[in-house]
C-alpha cells in the first residue's frame, strides 16, 4: 500500500534492505496523531504511511491503494467510528491487525473491539508506555512483555 523507507546506508555506503512495517493511523485528534507520528518515527522499522481522520476517510484510502502491515485506530470519530472501520476491515482483510486505542476504559469497550475483529486495545493514556510494545506485539515481529493489551490474534 504504502511507499516507505525500505533500504539504510550503513557505513560502507551499500543499501542493505531492513523489513519495515507500514502503520496506518485513524485519529480525529490532530495532537494525538502528532504523538502517534513521534512514537512511530522514532523506530527504525516502523513507519506511519497514512492518516485518516475518521473511519470513512480511511476506508476509501485503503480500499484505493490496499492495506498497510497494521491499522491504529480510536473508537469516537465523526462519520464512521473505529469499531466500524474495524468490523469492514477484518471482512476485507481478515489477517489485518487492528489496534484499537481509546480513552475509554478498557473494561467497557475491549471486549466491543474484540468482537469487530480487533486483536489489541490500548488505552491513550497508556499509549507512550505500551504503545510500541503492542504494535509489535501484532505484528508478530516481538514477543509480548506484557500482553494486557492483546485482544485476539487476528491471523
Same mark, same amino acid.
Given at each position: ?5 525500505? &533500504? ?7 543499501? *542493505? ?5 507500514? @502503520?496506518?493511523?485513524?485519529? %480525529? ?11 512511530? %518515527? ?5 513507519? *506511519? ?12 484510502? /485503503?480500499? #484505493?491503494?490496499?492495506?498497510? %502491515?497494521?491499522? @491504529?485506530? #480510536? @473508537?469516537? /470519530?465523526?462519520? /464512521? ?8 476491515? &477484518?471482512?476485507?482483510?481478515?489477517? $489485518?491487525?487492528? *489496534? ?28 507512550? %508506555? #505500551? ?5 509489535? +506485539? $501484532? *505484528? ?6 506484557? +500482553?494486557? &493489551? $492483546? $485482544?485476539?490474534?487476528?491471523?
Amino acid at each position: 500500500m504504502c511507499i516507505h523507507k525500505n &533500504h539504510v546506508l550503513p557505513k560502507g555506503g551499500t543499501a *542493505l534492505p531492513i523489513p519495515f512495517y507500514n @502503520i496506518f493511523v485513524v485519529e %480525529d485528534n490532530p495532537l494525538i496523531r502528532q504523538g502517534y507520528r513521534m512514537l512511530i %518515527d522514532v523506530e527504525p522499522d516502523l513507519f *506511519l504511511c497514512g492518516e485518516a481522520t475518521n473511519g470513512l476517510e480511511a476506508l476509501e484510502i /485503503m480500499l #484505493d491503494s490496499g492495506p498497510p %502491515d497494521l491499522v @491504529i485506530t #480510536d @473508537i469516537s /470519530m465523526k462519520r /464512521m467510528n473505529g469499531l466500524e472501520l474495524t468490523k469492514y476491515l &477484518h471482512e476485507l482483510w481478515p489477517k $489485518l491487525p487492528i *489496534l484499537v486505542s481509546s480513552t475509554y476504559e478498557r473494561y467497557r469497550y475491549a471486549q466491543a473491539a474484540r468482537e469487530a475483529g480487533a486483536g489489541g486495545y490500548v488505552q491513550k493514556c497508556d499509549l507512550v %508506555d #505500551d504503545g510500541i510494545g503492542a504494535i509489535r +506485539c $501484532l *505484528l508478530g515481529v516481538e514477543p509480548c512483555k506484557e +500482553c494486557s &493489551h $492483546l $485482544l485476539q490474534r487476528p491471523w
